[in-house]
């Protein structure tokens, strides 16, 4: 092949095919040791060298691994250098892959298989780190970048004893510790760099329970091509002698910066030194035990804020590394279970160190406390280090900052880091101390003072909410339930009680979908919901009604089937009005709201809520039909926003869940129907809608005959035609009862093809010119629940109407337009250039009149007016530049602060125009 084939001369596809059969020769004489390793070394160097074609690269490649994965020592010594040099002269790739590729290779593609070389065999070190260490002299931190990570690449996968030959170590670094000590300000470069050296530390000595590796172990001779042994009888001393040669380097590099904590190569050598330290456990001891003194007596001697700052920051750098150690290489590892933890020598100085900077420190210093608190979170958590009562205290000084800090910044640090105990075994004590010190911070009434010492009273709502966010496992949470329940027994106040439910309802949110709610099931459901009935209730109010519906529907859609069917048995006949006993509620009376001559009620938000997450095979233990016959009769009673959108759900959840043939509702569908046409009955219209919007889910042909029915009501002008054109809305947007979650039938495209039917429609109607406005509601109502995805590729259509709807002075129009514009118009900038002459005018003056227009709807022209140049070709926009900013003069003594921010952002973006 070597003296038959010139590669040059053939096409890709043929050249292909050569790399293809010495594939092929290499995978099936290999393995039999008839192939002469040497002349199929030759052979693949000769074939290869000069080819560019991606897909071709890649084959090559995987001949290259093949050969160094599988070759004998001896004879990749002989060639190393061509094999290193045939593939390393595409280092760095910057393949950039064409439009349309058959073949689909990525650049990522050719990195892989360019490293998958490299890294095939050690015998390639000599070779490789001299030629990456040249390149990390390039200005560009892409090739930096490259070079960093085939680097690391490598000293993941060559042993320790190649780079310990002739001092490659050495060379390593020297070349790279700059990109560290004093390398750009690429935070990935300095990254990558320090990830290296890290990994050379660990390389250049390998750890077994005895401490260091006594493996024999050959090493290639890169100046004489003989091979060297280390025997298990000097393995271990030229291991220790490599590393801590290492080590002295690392030190002498470091010191007069650490002894500078305060200087701005401080954090450099601190980030240098601490990281090195997590390479193994000797390599922590020695810098440990090397740079925490020097760091300890820099700040005693001299105890400025910059230097304490340093301090904190480097110290916290070593504890970071401590438990990097502590993860990866336990006491077990070592042979010896009672091993001291690391940094224990120092722990009383840091520990110390750390609280006097948070506790004693001034106010003012911000920052130096919150490095404080991240140093004191670490410490807690590293394993055997500190005694349960110093966890304790870190916990109850934590505590004080939540409660008592008036900086915003810090208070959230602290809570953070209490959040980070509770994941870190230390549950038992932020219940035990933590609980006890936030609930006696809660006033007895919302506008009462919490009988506390605390300098700093944190409102109620901030407490329970940090509460909430430590609730993180059901023990936690099962103790702040009963917390808050109690409270709730004593409290009078509805805006207090309603932010104890938040709080409830957040902390269960919280919990892990494998933790079992049967216990709170069992134990907390029944007192919510008998405290909710109660004549004596204060749970009565809508806002509250539908926190503990909410609270019960999380909890009923986490237990089983079996545990739901009894909750529906139960709280159906209970709302009967049954007087059956009842485990869930006892046998406090109820007044019926499921009855035709019942009077509405708001839990009837709270049953349709509760039971809307339960498994389509749980069984309603009522007549479906006569629910909804009967929730239709009730409804119409109801003058409340709230009572009638809980009756209206539930027809919509029943309609979709459990009604499986259209037919079953023909007579409700028409006796609604009628209604509407003989009387115009509003209310029938609504619940008409509702129907059709559970039925429309499941994608049901009447659903879409209800909707057709809707949208003819539009011509009308009457309160019928107006109403309706609401409504277009309830059709299309989200409600947060009726979702795939709570197990509803809800068929993918029934947006698209409600969209397709209703479009036209609302087109033709507005153009007709008859009624309108309520074309234009109906439309924005649409689109305002609709993804741009289907809206976009219809644009040109309505378009004209969008434009219109501009003048049309209704908040919820403008803004259902504007929006409309905005969310489609990175799709179809396009589209809208050629109208941008009518568009920008518009906008200018929808903005400008803040007597006529809502804040709303002026920032909204603001954030579309401000899109155009950043979507819109330059040779459109450029024009209007000057009429903008001249415009936009009046908004910025805009009566609205937000209104005037967006002002300011617009006019930016018109200022930077052609710049």
């Known amino acids: 092949m070597k003296e038959g084939i010139n590669m040059k001369k053939h096409s890709q596809n043929t050249r292909y095919l050569v790399f293809d059969l010495l594939s092929s020769i290499l995978e099936r004489f290999h393995e039999t ?44 010594s002989q060639h190393k250098e061509d094999l290193f040099d045939v593939v390393f002269c595409y280092f760095p790739i910057t393949f950039e892959p064409p439009k349309n590729d058959p073949y689909g290779i990525t650049s990522k593609d050719l990195k892989d298989g360019l490293t998958m070389c490299i890294v095939g065999s050690d015998v390639l070190a000599s070779e490789a780190f001299p030629a990456l260490i040249e390149k990390l002299n390039s200005t560009s931190p892409t090739v930096k970048q490259d070079a960093l990570t085939m680097i690391n690449s490598c000293l993941e996968n060559y042993s320790g004893s190649s780079l310990r030959s002739n001092g490659l170590w050495k060379d390593i670094w020297d070349g790279i510790k700059y990109e560290v000590l004093h390398g750009s300000d690429e935070v990935e470069t300095a990254t990558l760099a320090l990830g290296a050296l890290i990994k050379l530390a660990a390389s250049v000595a390998v750890f077994d329970q005895n401490g260091l590796e006594t493996s024999d172990v050959e090493i290639v001779d890169s100046y004489h091509n003989e091979t060297v042994l280390e025997s298990s009888s000097n393995g271990n001393d030229v291991a220790t002698n490599v590393l801590n040669e290492l080590l002295t380097q690392v030190k002498n590099e470091t010191k007069d ?14 980030t240098l030194i601490a990281g090195m330290a997590q390479a193994n456990v000797v390599a922590f001891e020695s810098l440990s035990s090397f740079a925490v003194p020097i760091l300890l007596e820099a700040v005693q001697s001299s105890s400025t804020i910059d230097r304490q700052v340093g301090v904190l920051t480097i110290l916290t750098k070593f ?92 208070s959230e640090r602290a809570l953070l880091s209490l959040v980070k105990m509770t994941n870190f075994g ?147 006949a209970y709302f009967n009005g049954s007087g059956e006993y009842s485990t869930l509620v006892g046998s406090e009376p109820v007044q019926s709201f499921l009855s035709p001559e019942a009077t509405p009620s708001n839990l009837v938000s709270f049953l349709t809520t509760t039971i ?48 499986e043939a259209d037919n079953q509702l023909k007579k409700v569908h028409d006796s609604l129907l009628s209604e509407v046409e003989t009387r115009a009955d509003v209310n029938s219209l609504e619940i008409l809608t509702w129907l059709a919007k559970g039925l429309l889910l499941r994608n049901s042909s009447l659903g879409y005959q209800i909707a057709d ?41 029934y947006k698209q093809k409600l969209f397709a039917l209703i479009l036209p429609k609302l087109v033709d109607g507005f153009k007709a010119g008859h009624q309108r406005v309520n074309f234009m509601v109906a439309l924005s109502g649409l689109l305002q629940y609709t993804p741009s995805t289907i809206i976009t590729p219809q644009l040109s259509k309505f378009l004209p109407l969008l434009l219109e709807s501009f003048d049309i002075q209704d908040t919820k129009v403008q803004e259902a337009a504007i929006n409309t514009i905005i969310v489609t118009l990175h799709e179809a900038a396009d589209t809208f250039a050629h109208h941008i002459s009518t568009m920008i005018p518009k906008l200018l003056k929808l903005s400008q009149d803040y007597q006529k227009n809502s804040a709303s709807v002026r920032s909204a022209a603001l954030v579309c007016l401000g899109s155009f140049p950043k979507t819109i070709s330059l040779e459109y926009v450029l024009p209007y530049r000057n009429i903008v900013i001249k415009g936009l003069s009046t908004v910025l003594d805009d009566p609205r602060r937000s209104v005037r921010a967006d002002a300011v952002l617009c006019r930016q973006s018109y200022y930077e125009l052609g710049q």
């Open 257 to 270: 910066k650490l002894e500078e904590p305060q200087s701005k190569l401080a954090l450099p050598a601190g």
């Open 319 to 410: 504890l970071v590394s401590s438990g990097r150690i502590g993860s990866k290489d336990n006491a077990e590892t070592y042979g010896n279970s009672s091993v001291e933890p690391l940094l224990a020598p120092y722990k009383d100085r840091i520990f110390e160190f750390f609280s006097r900077s948070l506790m004693g420190s001034s106010k003012s210093e911000t920052k130096l406390r919150l490095l404080a608190v991240d140093g004191l979170t670490i410490l807690a958590q590293l394993p055997g280090l500190l005694a349960s009562d110093e966890i304790g205290l870190i916990i109850q000084y934590l505590n004080n900052i939540v409660l008592k800090e008036e900086d915003d910044e810090l």
């Open 612 to 659: 809307s997450p339960v498994d389509p095979k749980v069984q309603l233990p009522v007549d479906k039909l006569s629910l909804i016959k009967t929730l239709i009769e009730v409804v119409a009673k109801s003058k409340s926003v709230f009572e009638r959108t809980g009756y209206l759900r539930f027809i919509a959840l029943i309609t979709n869940k459990y009604i």
């Open 426 to 572: 230390k549950q038992d004590q932020i219940i035990n101390i933590t609980f006890p010190t936030f609930l006696a911070s809660l006033p007895e009434d919302y506008y009462m003072s919490a009988e506390t010492s605390l300098e700093v009273q944190k409102s109620p709502e901030y407490v329970l909410s940090a509460l909430a966010r430590l609730s993180t496992s059901r023990p936690i949470f099962e103790v702040l339930s009963v917390r808050l329940l109690g409270k709730l027994e004593v409290i009078r106040s509805v805006k207090y009680i309603h932010v104890i439910l938040l709080t409830l309802l957040s902390a269960l949110r919280k919990l892990s979908d494998q933790d079992d709610l049967s216990f709170y099931f069992e134990k907390f459901v029944p007192k919510l919901i008998s405290k909710l009935v109660s004549p004596t209730s204060t749970l009565k109010d809508d806002q509250t009604v539908d926190t503990v519906a909410q609270i019960v529907a999380y909890t009923v859609q986490r237990v089983t089937a079996t545990q739901q069917q009894l909750y529906v048995n139960e709280i159906f």
């Open 33 to 76: 040791g008839k192939l002469d390793e040497n002349e199929f070394i030759e052979t693949y160097i000769y074939l290869t060298s000069g080819e560019k074609d991606p897909r071709n690269l890649l084959a090559s490649f995987k001949i290259s691994h093949g050969i160094l994965a599988n070759f004998g020592t001896k004879v990749l």
């Open 709 to 749: 029915s809707l949208v003819n009501l539009l011509s009308q002008d009457s309160l019928t035609g107006r109403f309706a054109a609401r409504l277009v809305a309830v059709l299309v947007a989200h409600d947060r009862i009726l979702t795939k979650e709570n197990k509803l039938v809800i068929r993918q495209l």
